[in-house]
């Protein structure tokens, strides 16, 4: 089992730039997909982006293409998400979440941390 936290959250404006980090313990790291998700008040969780365990192959929403960037490092077992150009509406609790390799599902899950994106 991985444990994850993430780090990062907090209150910004409009237009403006945030980077969340996700530190990741656990041997199966490396050989994990991660994925970040969100969740808006009254919404359901949805994925945000996803990146597979040597980082060819990356997903994104298409509300969060051109505007935010996954990455991770195997070295440091931490994902990363950078969020630019933030609207009102990308407010919400953002999870990092982890796929082991050949699972179908996420199965490990940090606590959240919130985004609030308002001037």
């Known amino acids: 089992q991985l444990q994850l936290v993430e780090s990062g959250g907090g209150l910004v404006q409009p237009g403006g730039s945030l980077r969340l980090s996700c530190a990741v313990s656990?041997?199966?790291?490396?050989?994990?997909?991660m994925g970040w998700f969100r969740q808006a008040p009254g919404k359901e969780r949805a994925i945000v982006a996803s990146i597979n365990w040597n980082s060819g192959s990356i997903y994104y929403a298409d509300s969060v293409k051109d505007r935010f960037t996954i990455s991770r490092d195997n070295a440091k077992n931490t994902v990363d998400l950078q969020m630019n150009s933030l609207k009102p509406e990308d407010t919400a609790v953002y999870y990092c979440?982890?796929?082991?390799?050949?699972?179908?599902?996420?199965?490990?899950w940090g606590q959240g941390t919130q985004v609030t994106v308002s001037s």
């Open positions: 656990g041997r199966t790291f490396s050989r994990s997909t």
């Open positions: 979440a982890a796929r082991r390799f050949g699972a179908l599902q996420y199965a490990d």
